[in-house]
Structures are given as structure tokens and as C-alpha cells.
């Protein structure tokens, strides 16, 4: 079991940045890859970035391509989502989740064990 806990949302300008943090307690962290959803009402949660358990492959979505970047600190139980050039199509709630099997897509939402609560990101035009 772990519990994943999201922050570092907020509005912000067209063109600027944020960094969502994920922060994971219970189990060994470093056990999990770890992955960034977002989704908008209306829409299926849609897959942003994800990372392996030891930090050192990731995926992203080609509409983030060049603008996010995802990382994570295992001595600190955090997975991080620095996003830059946001635009407003970027507005969604945000979650993180922790996917056990390194073998399944990283991409789709129903391989993932657990998801935090989600946080808010809102680019104004």
C-alpha cells in the first residue's frame, strides 16, 4: 500500500511554468514506477509522463514533448512534474499514481495500483 499526496498546482500565464510535486508514503517508493495523468471534465484521464522505478527511462505524451519533464528523488519518497511553456489546453486536474508491474503500458490509467487526490492546473490565455 502507499498513499500518493500532489502539490504545486496553481493558475498561472500562458508561457510559464509550474512544478507539481507527488509525494509517496507507506511501501518502498523506489518499488513503484510512477507516472503523471491529467484530465478534464468530460474527458478519459489522459497519460502526461511516467518514469521507471529507478529513475532512469521515461515516456511522455507527444503534446508535452519538450515541455515537461518528469523526475523523482527516491531518498525523498518524491516524484516531481516540472512543466514549462504551459498553455491553456494544459488545464486539468493532475494526478500522480504508482504502477507495481514494470512490464505493463505505462500509459494507460488502469495499469496503475494507486493515485493521489489530483491537483489543479489552470494556464490563463
Do not use: H
Amino acid at each position: 500500500q502507499v498513499q500518493l499526496v500532489e502539490s504545486g498546482g496553481g493558475l498561472v500565464q500562458a508561457g510559464g511554468s509550474l512544478r507539481l510535486s507527488c509525494a509517496a508514503s507507506g511501501r518502498a517508493f523506489s518499488s513503484y514506477a510512477m507516472g503523471w495523468f491529467r484530465q478534464v471534465p468530460g474527458k478519459e484521464r489522459e497519460f502526461v509522463e511516467a518514469i521507471t522505478r529507478s529513475g532512469d527511462t521515461t515516456y511522455y505524451a507527444d503534446s508535452v514533448k519538450g515541455r515537461f519533464t518528469i523526475s523523482r528523488d527516491n531518498a525523498k519518497n518524491t516524484v516531481y512534474l516540472q512543466m514549462n511553456s504551459l498553455k491553456p489546453e494544459d488545464t486539468a486536474v493532475y494526478y500522480c499514481a504508482a504502477k507495481i508491474s514494470s512490464s505493463s503500458d505505462y500509459a494507460i490509467p488502469k495499469n496503475y495500483n494507486y493515485w493521489g487526490q489530483g491537483t489543479q492546473v489552470t494556464v490563463s490565455s
